[in-house]
């Protein structure tokens, strides 16, 4: 949670500490931000990319399990993806505690609806490495987690007079009831409860077992069982549930009952497995030996697992408020708990390579979250990028989207491309980049059968006519045969990282795939208009259109799609971009800006086409395609505009606050995006270029976890109150520089960058002309 402690002590403990991570980072982590209003965010116990991922959840916005909204508690359960839209991911077997009317089993409450309880919105504490809450009944929960073994502590309430005990149901469930067979079994000699159950992943084909393994401590077992529609008995132990030939779901699960300790507390030790119960039993068991001392020391260990993730980064605030500082830790807090590392529990194939699932979804994690990783932790993310490899070596393509062992559907392009040319522009180590580049031609060359959830659609007329046709004649795969703009304007830039790769590895292909990266130039209609819904011209012309196959151009209104019209998704009202209007897409050429900003008739042109872009309620600041398009006036030589942007933005829609997330978190996407912008530099992925824009902070430091090496932002001037923004001078390792970006040696060697500001525009980085690359 964010201190009430004074700066001046801040300071003070930034100035003791100056090189090693201190928890006087973790203190401004409040993994609370953006539990509310749609950001999604995961808010309980995880190690940084942990798999074990416990929390309240509750019956409202579940999307990541709690949410600050004040509704219900269903349940404590212990696997959850953070930030994601659309259904919630798992949340499977979810432990409930309470007492029962006359101590009778029969007088519990089973079913989720019935004995979901409201919680106290005060007692919530959330931290790196725990959740604690009180529900309305005076029970407390607490949760910490080790890598698979979620580990809850729960309090009972004196409930003397009444006499009666503790019990603790667990549910064949998840969180939307996508539940298909599932078994339990109950040991209450032994005070263990094993299960396992088939689901269905939230935005992805096929189904996926998953298997726990639940211990309890602390008080004697009274006695145990199952139940089934709110009716529970002692016999038998063991239960498996299905669904019927109509689909009908039944509500059902175990029990455990407990003669209440005198400290009220009873410890449940929950291991997690997508191997077998036996693995969930064992992982547990090694993860946790104790439970009941094992609880401070998975907690210890968590805060000392996130302290360290953090100890690259060193802020000096400069007096800006705790609140900034607690939106930037968060936002850096929330990049590391996607994907999660399931090295050892993946049932699909064998291999000694690294296994990362919750790529959900890279089309959000490409642009930030994954180049933050890369200065940040190159280790881990060049370990992704092989578990990427990996998975298409062993299912033949590259994943998209992936959450809980299956294939999520394909937003755009195949974005994998993305995070491996942008790996391997920044040298990230241990990557076998011929395969790598053999996986993104298959992208770019073979069209699959059901391009929904893997490669790329349409791929006939793309190599033919250069372009996604409107209503293609596509018979070789089948897709959301939608999209045809925001797909070619991505195969373009995919097909750019192709060639990245290629010229880099000596490929002599790679000349073709920079040639389709031009692609994009073929959409592109010079006399179109685009008009407000009340009939005012905007005065903007010039914007990509569909075109059929037979070249002629066919329509969609430039403002479809976007903040001022209707939500477009692959099954909400498809249309020929994604999630967001020709008006945004047209920005959307990462690799070309400079051919872009001729295009729409040079940099004055380009200026104000951007302006009127962000000051129209035409961006939508709370999706991923919209976040190079605030630092694109570096392209045409304004990065103050650029600068002036990310302050129109932050802390508007970016805050410290329960809603401080203008959309979904998108598994730390928008975290990522948030704190790059405060340290300074903004990434253009696929190329070795940070955009500089002064940091919100007096200066901040990154030193490499590789070379050791620092690299330091600091801006000279600085003023809390963000009137001083302006770069009015820069010098690079103390000589002067012009350019408005650097490269990824600036973190590698560990450069230092000094940046005077001054309140309006100065001549600093206004020469145009960043990378013409194509
Ligand atoms: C909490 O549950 C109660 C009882 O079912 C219900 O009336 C109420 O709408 C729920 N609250 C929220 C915010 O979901
Ligand atoms: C569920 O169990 C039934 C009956 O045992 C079986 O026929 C079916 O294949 C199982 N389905 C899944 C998804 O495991
Ligand atoms: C699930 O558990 C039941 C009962 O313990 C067991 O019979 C079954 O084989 C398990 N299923 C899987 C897929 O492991
Ligand atoms: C049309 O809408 C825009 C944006 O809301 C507004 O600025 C403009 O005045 C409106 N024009 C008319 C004719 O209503
Ligand atoms: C091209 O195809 C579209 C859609 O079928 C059709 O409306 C249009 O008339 C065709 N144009 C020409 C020049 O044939
Ligand atoms: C914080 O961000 C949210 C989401 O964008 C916004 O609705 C809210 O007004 C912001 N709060 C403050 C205090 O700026
Ligand atoms: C990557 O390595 C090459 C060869 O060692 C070197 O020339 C280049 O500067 C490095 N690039 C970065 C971004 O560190």
Redesign the pocket.
């Known amino acids: 949670m964010p201190s009430k402690q004074s700066l001046l002590s801040l300071s003070l403990l930034f100035f003791l500490h100056p090189t090693t991570g201190t928890p006087s980072d973790l203190r401004y982590v409040n993994p609370l931000i953006g539990s509310t209003a749609g950001g999604n965010v995961f808010a309980g116990a995880s190690l940084p990319y942990g798999l074990a991922k416990p929390v309240a959840d509750v019956d409202g916005q579940n999307t990541g399990g709690f949410s600050t909204d004040g509704s219900n508690v269903t349940g404590f359960s212990s696997l959850h993806d953070s930030g994601t839209g659309g259904n919630p991911s798992m949340g499977n077997f979810p432990l409930f505690p309470q007492h029962c009317p006359s101590d009778e089993i029969n007088g519990c409450r089973f079913g989720k609806d019935a004995r979901k309880k409201h919680y106290k919105p005060e007692s919530v504490v959330a931290e790196p490495g725990y959740f604690g809450i009180e529900l309305v009944d005076g029970i407390r929960a607490e949760m910490t987690a080790s890598r698979r073994t979620a580990i809850y502590r729960f309090t009972f309430p004196p409930h003397e007079e009444k006499g009666e005990d503790p019990v603790i149901s667990i549910d064949l469930t998840d969180l939307w009831e996508s539940r298909?067979?599932a078994s339990i079994e109950i040991d209450a000699e032994k005070g263990r409860v094993k299960g396992n159950g088939?689901f269905l992943p939230s935005f992805g084909a096929g189904?996926y077992q998953t298997y726990f393994c639940a211990d309890f401590s602390g008080a004697g077992v009274k006695d145990g069982g199952i139940w089934v529609n709110d009716r529970a008995g002692s016999e038998p132990k063991e239960l498996?549930v299905?669904r019927g030939f109509n689909n009908f779901y039944i509500q059902a699960g175990g029990w455990m009952s407990f003669l209440r300790p005198d400290d009220g507390t009873i410890t449940a030790r929950v291991g997690v497995s997508f191997i077998s119960t036996e693995q969930a039993c064992s992982n547990a068991e090694s993860e946790v030996s104790d439970p009941i001392s094992g609880f401070e020391k998975s907690q210890e260990q968590a805060k000392q697992a996130w302290s360290q993730k953090l100890s690259p980064i060193k802020i000096t605030p400069g007096g800006v408020s705790d609140d900034m500082l607690g939106a930037f830790w968060s936002g850096v807090y929330r990049t590391m708990l996607s994907p999660q590392d399931m090295t050892g529990e993946n049932p699909l194939w064998e291999s000694d390579e690294p296994y990362f699932d919750s790529f959900y979804c890279l089309w959000d994690a490409f642009r930030a979250q994954h180049p933050f990783l890369t200065i940040i932790d190159p280790h881990q993310q060049s370990r992704m990028v092989r578990s990427l490899l990996d998975t298409y070596r062993h299912e033949g393509w590259l994943p998209d989207c992936r959450m809980s062992l299956c294939k999520g559907w394909t937003q755009g392009g195949s974005n994998a491309d993305v995070v491996i040319a942008d790996a391997y522009v920044k040298n990230l180590t241990g990557i076998n980049w011929e395969l790598a580049y053999k996986a993104m031609v298959n992208d770019a060359e073979n069209e699959p059968l059901e391009w929904s959830y893997e490669g790329r659609g349409g791929l006939q007329s793309w190599k033919k006519l250069n372009y996604i046709p409107y209503l293609d004649f596509d018979w070789m795969g089948f897709g959301t045969n939608s999209r045809s703009i925001s797909r070619t304007v991505e195969y373009a830039y995919n097909d750019y990282c192709l060639g990245v790769v290629g010229e880099g590895i000596g490929e002599d292909g790679y000349t073709t795939y920079l040639s389709r990266s031009g692609n994009w130039r073929n959409l592109f209609r010079e006399d179109q208009p685009s008009f407000l819904e009340n009939g005012t011209n905007t005065g903007f012309t010039g914007f990509f259109q569909p075109r059929y196959l037979n070249g002629t151009w066919g329509f969609q209104d430039p403002i479809a799609c976007s903040a001022l019209a209707s939500w477009c998704s692959l099954t909400s009202n498809p249309s020929e971009t994604f999630e967001s209007s020709v008006w945004e897409y047209l920005f959307y050429v990462p690799h070309d800006l400079s051919s872009l900003i001729d295009l729409v008739g040079g940099t004055d042109s380009f200026v104000n086409r951007l302006d009127y872009f962000h000051t129209s309620g035409l961006a939508d600041i709370g999706n991923e395609p919209v976040f190079l398009t605030v630092y694109e006036y570096h392209y045409a030589g304004r990065p103050a505009l650029s600068t002036k942007r990310a302050h129109s933005y932050i802390p508007r829609t970016f805050n410290a606050t329960t809603n401080g997330l203008p959309g979904n978190d998108d598994s730390g996407a928008m975290g990522s995006f948030l704190a790059w912008s405060m340290m300074g530099l903004f990434p253009n992925p696929g190329q070795s270029v940070y955009l500089i824009s002064p940091p919100f902070f007096e200066a901040v430091e990154v030193t490499h976890p590789e070379t050791g090496k620092t690299a330091t932002i600091r801006n000279v001037n600085f003023d809390p109150d963000y009137k001083r923004v302006y770069v009015q001078s820069a010098k690079l390792n103390g000589m002067p520089y012009k350019r408005n970006w650097v490269g990824h040696e600036f973190f590698t060697q560990g450069w230092t960058l000094e940046l005077t500001l001054g309140e309006v525009e100065g001549e600093w980085g206004t020469k145009r002309g960043i990378c013409h690359l194509v």
């Open positions: 298909q067979n088939t189904s498996f299905t």
